[in-house]
Every structure is written in C-alpha cells, then in structure tokens.
C-alpha cells in the first residue's frame, strides 16, 4: 500500500494521536532549522562566525554577552511576520475533527497557535512571551523585538528575556508534564521535522507505547520501517496536503 493511504488507515484505526516536532515543521513557513544545509548552523555570517550555535543560544552567552545574545536573538529569532503552513494546518484541523489530542513541539515560534492548535506542549518555550529574569513581570511579545535598548531591562533593573529553554537550562516542567502525559497516552505517534538529537526533549518519545509510529522527516533518523511504523522521507507541508486531500479535510 502506498505511503499516504497506510498514513490515513492507521489514522482511521487510532482514537488519540499526538504529533511531536520540531524545527523542520517550520522550515516550509521560510525558518530555517538547525541541521539541514541552510539550517543555522550551516549559515555564515560575519558577525556571529567566531561564536558556535549554541553559544549563542545558551545561559552564558545570556550572562557573559548580553548584547551578543540579544543582537542574535533580533536578528535570528524575530517570527512574528512568519505565517504557518501547511503541516501546522493540517494538524490543527486534526485536532478540531478530534482525532489528534497534542502537538509537542520543540519549536519556539509559536506557528501552531497560530494555525488553530489547542493543545501544544512547547517544551522548550516560546519566542512570543518576555519576561524579566529578576522580578518576573511579563513583557508583550514583541518587546525584545522593538525595544532600542541593547540589553533590554525591566523597571527593576533586571533583564528582560525570552521564555524560551536556552542550553544549559532546564525545560519547562508544566510543559513536560503534559508532553509525557499525551505521550504515553497516545495509540498513534506522528514524528516530524526533528533530528531528534536536542536532549533531553528527543528522550520523550520513548514514552510512547502506542500501536503505530510514523515518522516525517527529510533526513535519516536510524528509526526502521515495520507493520505498524511507517517512514516517509519527504517534506512535512507536502505529504500532510497529500494526506489533506486524500481525506477531503480543507487545509487552505
Ligand atoms: P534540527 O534542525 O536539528 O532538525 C530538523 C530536522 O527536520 C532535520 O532532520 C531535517 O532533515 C528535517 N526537516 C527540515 N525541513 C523539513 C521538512 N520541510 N519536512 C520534513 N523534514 C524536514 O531541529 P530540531 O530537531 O527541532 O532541534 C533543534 C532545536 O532547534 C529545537 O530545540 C528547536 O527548539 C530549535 N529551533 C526552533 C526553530 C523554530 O522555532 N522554528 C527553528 C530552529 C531551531
């Protein structure tokens, strides 16, 4: 049977599906990812070349090089103009028709609201809210973003970051309740747009139980092709319209 038509028979057999994502979710909206060749990581810029990634998205950069960490953040992390695609659509309409229950994602750019999903476990954040590191108060969404300041800094004198899991930082623990929860509640597993490589967020799925395992992703995760796993090696927004129209659900 062909890949769409085994994607669709195992959704009809399923009554709880969960989605977990990541970064190649978004790639279609025009963000790049991390890994893939025009992924961040393979990006040169003079400005940010003699610092490694994930300096760049850590705690001590944050600390150490406060105008370093927020000038990357401006010029790297700023989605607000950025319209969700297909895949996020798709899953938002399968959650509305019930049969999706959880979108996990370790996206921080909040497109999966924006498409119309409820219930989305950010596990690692999101880029959309601010917050001061000292007294907590709240900042809107786009206050890094528009601010003129180099460091952003709150009446109180602390500074004011994004909510989002930097490295060397502990994951949101709401987040990861509900993540594990709709995990290893799932009988569907729907994996996509992930290298499954970032810690511990990639561990996640191993709560899964459930009966089938599809995964969606352009690149190689080592997982194997069985029964009741399915891999299809292309593009998210592609199959997921594939699949849209297969079902007659209106994604557009
Ligand atoms: P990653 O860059 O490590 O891996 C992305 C994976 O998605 C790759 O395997 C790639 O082959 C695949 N991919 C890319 N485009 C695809 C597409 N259209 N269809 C199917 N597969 C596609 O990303 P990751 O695993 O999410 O881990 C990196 C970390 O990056 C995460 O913690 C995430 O928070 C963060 N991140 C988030 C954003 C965002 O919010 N949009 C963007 C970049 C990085």
Do not use: W
């Not at 060397?168 to 987040?175: K, S, Y």
């Not at 729907?190 to 810690?199: D, E, F, H, P, Q």
């Amino acid at each position: 049977m062909e890949d769409i038509a085994r994607f669709i028979e195992m959704q009809n057999n399923s009554e709880n599906i969960v989605f977990f994502g990541g970064a190649g979710v978004s790639t279609e909206s025009g963000i790049p990812d991390f890994r893939s060749k025009d992924g961040l990581y393979n990006q040169h810029d003079v400005q940010f070349d003699k610092y490694r990634p994930e300096y760049l998205l850590s705690h001590s950069c944050l600390i150490t090089e406060p105008k370093v960490y927020f000038e990357f953040h401006r010029q790297k992390m700023d989605t607000r103009a950025i319209e969700p695609n297909k895949a996020h659509k798709y899953l938002a309409k399968l959650e509305e028709i019930g049969k999706l229950k959880a979108v996990v994602t370790q996206n921080i750019d909040g497109l999966h609201q924006k498409a119309g999903s409820k219930k989305v476990f950010e596990i690692h954040g999101s880029a959309l809210r601010n917050y001061c590191s000292r007294c907590n108060k709240i900042y809107p969404y786009d206050y890094i973003f528009e601010s003129k300041e180099p460091i952003p800094t709150c009446e109180c004198g602390g500074v004011i970051r994004p909510d989002i899991t930097l490295y060397e930082e502990g994951l949101p623990e709401d987040a990861v309740r509900g993540a594990i929860k709709a995990l290893s509640e799932a009988d569907m597993l729907i994996i996509g747009g992930t290298s499954l490589t970032v810690y511990p967020a990639a561990s996640f799925i191993n709560y899964f139980n459930g009966k089938y395992l599809v995964i969606i992703n352009e690149s190689e995760l080592g997982i194997k092709e069985g029964v009741n796993t399915l891999i299809i090696r292309k593009k998210i927004g592609e199959v997921f319209a594939e699949a849209a129209k297969a079902q007659g659900m209106d994604i557009e």
